[in-house]
């Protein structure tokens, strides 16, 4: 894992500017680029659909730094991955259903920033009812799945809107680089 391929997926709006998830994909690249060989994107920028192609078939490790928009992530990050994760290149036929993925030799993360609160996940009695955070992200994990990624474990903050606090959220980002990362 010496490539990663760090992407902003945040989508501007004049309520919800990205600057948490700037800060969150800053430190990223910031702890990464220390160790590791990063290439980045900002999903609202302007990019290269062939050059995006280039940085993922690069990578060993993609992590995809997006806010929860509506359960899912935004509509501009999903409109990168309908454009960048082309038939042919991510992934072929195959007899078995998501069994064609032509990247299995690679990992992802999701970096995440939610408005729900953390107790909201794996508790019977809230609008998750018991699933976890990734049980309630598990459409995100079939897409890449579904190209022959796994999954490392996934870095979330919670309730965002009512308790933004950047310094627990770097001491959190910092504790999951070194589970994750060993480092």
Known sequence: ???????????YFPKSKGELNKAIFDEWNEVLSSEY?????????EYDVEQEIEKWQWA????????????????NFKKYID??????????????????????????????TWNAPEAAFG??????????LDQAIDHLHKMNQYIGMRPLPTYSIHNVMKETNM??????LHDHYREVFGK
């Open 60 to 75: 060993d490790v993609v992590i995809m730094q997006t806010p929860i928009y509506w359960f899912s992530i935004p509509g």
């Open 1 to 11: 894992m010496n490539k990663i391929l760090l992407i902003n997926g945040h989508e």
């Open 37 to 45: 060989e990063v290439k980045t994107t900002i999903v609202d920028d």
């Open 83 to 112: 454009r960048v994760y082309m038939d042919k290149i991510f992934f072929i036929g195959s007899d078995r259903y998501g069994q064609g993925g032509m990247f299995t030799d690679k990992k992802y993360m999701f970096s995440l």
């Open 167 to 172: 310094a627990h959220y770097k001491t959190k």
């Open 123 to 132: 508790n019977e009695q809230s609008f998750f009812e018991g699933r976890d």
